[in-house]
Nanobody
Framework: QVQLVESGGGLVQAGGSLRLSCAAS????????MAWFRQAPGKEREFVAR????????YYADSVKGRFTISRDNAKITMYLQMNSLVPEDTAVYYC????????????WGQGTQVTVSS
């Protein structure tokens, strides 16, 4: 089992910044990648960004490219999401996800952290 704990959400004005963290614990000996997803009220969960645990590959949704930066700390088994130039459309619950291999679905999910951007 892998446990994921997100933190860093909150209320921010448009144009502001937040940094989310996701700490993984448990059986994390075979991490393939980790990712951030988000779900806004009344909408389906959507992909935000992911980072491979080996190498330097990162991927972003078009809606956040140039504004969000995903990073990791291998020693702490922690993933981050630096969110800049936030807009009200970024308001959502943000979830981190963990995957052991290149499969279609992520194996473990965090409980989510609320991000609210006011206009």
């Amino acid at each position: 089992q892998v446990q994921l704990v997100e933190s860093g959400g909150g209320l921010v004005q448009a144009g502001g910044s937040l940094r989310l963290s996701c700490a993984a614990s448990g059986r994390t000996f075979a991490t393939y990648d980790m990712a951030w997803f988000r779900q806004a009220p009344g909408k389906e969960r959507e992909f935000v960004a992911r980072i491979y645990w080996s190498g330097r590959g990162t991927y972003y949704a078009d809606s956040v490219k140039g504004r969000f930066t995903i990073s990791r700390d291998n020693a702490k088994i922690t993933m981050y999401l630096q969110m800049n130039s936030l807009v009200p459309e970024d308001t959502a619950v943000y979830y981190c996800a963990y995957r052991r291999g290149n499969t279609n679905a992520y194996d473990y999910w965090g409980q989510g952290t609320q991000v609210t951007v006011s206009s």
